[in-house]
């Protein structure tokens, strides 16, 4: 994910959303960044390299991130603790997976570049109708 700004983006992150800093390259502007509980993003910031279009915020138009978590409703709770406005507060949906319907729970924060991201919970399935 490249960000105008590694410090703002970090404290993003690792502040708002607690996740933990795996590594961390200072001079390069990069840090591999991991929820409590598993996956991992890569958020570096912009240097002409990767870049394949003019880059200009907001950044991820079109992209929505969604990052899986073992507990949801903590992490909402450690951000409505912040104060930082929520893009879409904790809900839950469920949608057609084809023989049944998928639940999650979840809500979306906008990183300060512009990028949609989902915090989500899978809650299970139920029957359709």
């Not at 507990?71 to 912040?82: F, G, H, I, Y």
């Not at 809900?91 to 915090?119: M, N, S, T």
């Amino acid at each position: 994910m490249m960000v105008f700004d590694n410090a703002t983006s970090l404290a993003f992150w690792t502040g708002l959303l607690c996740f933990q800093i795996g590594f961390h390259r200072p001079a390069q502007k990069l840090a591999c960044l991991s929820p409590p509980d598993g996956a991992q993003l890569m958020v570096y910031q912009r240097d002409g390299v990767w870049e394949t279009g003019l880059m200009e915020p907001p950044f991820g138009r079109g992209a929505v991130i969604q990052i899986c978590v073992a507990d949801v409703t903590t992490m909402w709770e450690m951000v409505q603790m912040t104060n930082h406005p929520a893009y879409v507060p904790l809900r839950e949906k469920w949608r057609d997976w084809g023989d049944c319907l998928g639940g999650q729970r979840g809500f979306l924060q906008q990183h300060p570049d512009g990028y949609l991201i989902v915090l989500a919970q899978r809650i299970g399935t139920r029957p359709q109708g």
